[in-house]
């Protein structure tokens, strides 16, 4: 009998590598034809991943992790027409049925068929429907004719295939941030956050064209890893205001566009750097960014946070400062990124060498059995992108 592992959930501040189910093309108990089974290339730890570990979301004990997936098919079902055993693919975060108003609308991750407790579903992630993670040897993936992103030539992506590994998330993600708060030829943009969402928009800034990204954080590996690929950066933690340290980088104290990669988890600045203060991205951005600029959100943000600073923050409710983007008019885009929107032209980009996103988030490759050290380091602020490498395929490239 076939055997797998996965890595999984096990309360706050703890992961295990554990035996698990081999999948099956089974979906609630019935047939799944249109779905695939996977050999798991390459599954990548998200910061997504590490608030359910810190004990910040309601996730259960016992779930299996990881929607961060790339692969090879080993199994297609009966409906399955355009993928094949042996294609080298892509997984969008997002699951999608590809049949509702908003899959055909391009907002997969909103797709009304996948959860059935709210719109959008993805791998391995708190009230997302509860499909089995894929940090795993292999995963079952449904929907795959529209959900799967084939690679044209399996050989050169395994030869890119630390960079074609963020196309399952952080640099969709990353992008959307930026183009959601209207990056473009010339702009000034600051990216709040410099975690691997953070630097993959960043270099999705540049790919648009922006003329200087600022990034801000408050651990010096993190800022210097933006600077590495031609970022300026900003040190939140210093008593210096943001405004004041943009003033002293482009003149002025705004930018054309902001971007939050930081989400409900964000701290203070300054003196309150090491208070958690899960509003003051959003006012800081509304208070930098000029009237009538755009903001992008990839940041996440909640509905149920048992580590919540207060009772208003354990249900996402935060003190927006609103007048002021209303007075501003500001545009603000929420929400999970639609991750096929965008996955197809990126995937060229990084084969015509366009874009290093692996360089630039500092994609660092470890074994499946190495999760729990690699979640520990992530924590501790690493400046790195942990990408698991299940059956050592990466590691032989």
């Excluded at 042996?86 to 609308?105: H, M, Q, T, W, Y």
């Excluded at 933006?226 to 900003?234: H, K, L, P, Q, Y």
Aim: proline share 4%; hydrophobic share 40%; glycine share 12%.
């Amino acid at each position: 009998m076939a055997t797998n592992r996965g890595v999984a959930y096990m309360g706050t501040g703890k992961v295990e590598v554990q035996s698990i189910d081999f999948p099956k093309l089974e979906l609630a108990k019935r047939m799944c034809h249109h779905g695939v089974i996977m050999k798991i290339v390459s599954t990548n730890i998200c910061g997504s991943d590490q608030h359910m570990v810190r004990g910040r979301t309601t996730a259960p004990s016992g779930l299996i992790l990881g929607h961060e997936i790339t692969g090879e098919v080993i199994e297609a079902g009966r409906d399955v027409e355009f993928i094949k055993v042996g294609d080298l693919v892509s997984v969008p975060f997002n699951i999608a049925c590809g049949r509702c108003r908003n899959c055909k609308e391009q907002a997969t991750g909103i797709c009304l068929n996948v959860n059935p407790s709210r719109p959008g579903a993805a791998y391995g992630y708190v009230d997302m429907g509860g499909w089995v993670g894929g940090q795993a040897e292999y995963v079952m993936v449904p929907y795959a004719d529209f959900n799967l992103l084939r690679f044209p030539d399996k050989a050169q992506a395994m030869e890119k295939i630390r960079d074609l590994t963020c196309l399952s998330d952080i640099l969709p993600t990353g992008y959307h941030g930026a183009a959601s708060a209207g990056v473009t030829t010339g702009s000034i943009v600051y990216v709040a956050g410099a975690g691997p969402v953070g630097l993959a928009c960043a270099a999705a800034c540049h790919l648009l064209g922006a003329a200087c990204v600022i990034v801000g954080d408050m651990i010096p590996e993190r800022l210097a890893q933006a600077r590495s690929f031609g970022c300026e950066t900003v040190d939140i933690s210093t008593n210096t205001s943001v405004a004041e340290q943009v003033e002293q980088i482009v003149g002025v104290p705004e930018v054309d566009s902001a971007v939050d990669c930081v989400g409900f988890e964000a701290r203070g600045h300054g003196a309150d750097a090491k208070r958690e203060a899960p509003a003051t991205v959003l006012n800081s951005l509304m208070e930098l960014t000029r009237a009538g600029g755009r903001l992008g959100i990839p940041g996440l943000y909640v509905t149920g946070d048992p580590g919540g600073i207060d009772d208003n923050a354990k249900i996402g409710r935060l003190s927006i400062r609103i007048g002021l983007g209303w007075a501003k008019s500001h545009v603000f885009t929420t929400g999970q990124t639609p991750v096929m929107k965008y996955n197809r032209q990126l995937m060229q980009a990084i084969l015509f060498n366009k874009i290093k996103i692996a360089k630039a988030v500092n994609v660092t490759v470890i074994r499946l059995d190495e999760a729990p050290q690699g979640y520990r380091d992530f924590d501790r602020g690493a400046a790195k992108k942990f990408v698991l490498d299940p059956h050592g395929m990466v590691a032989r490239v």
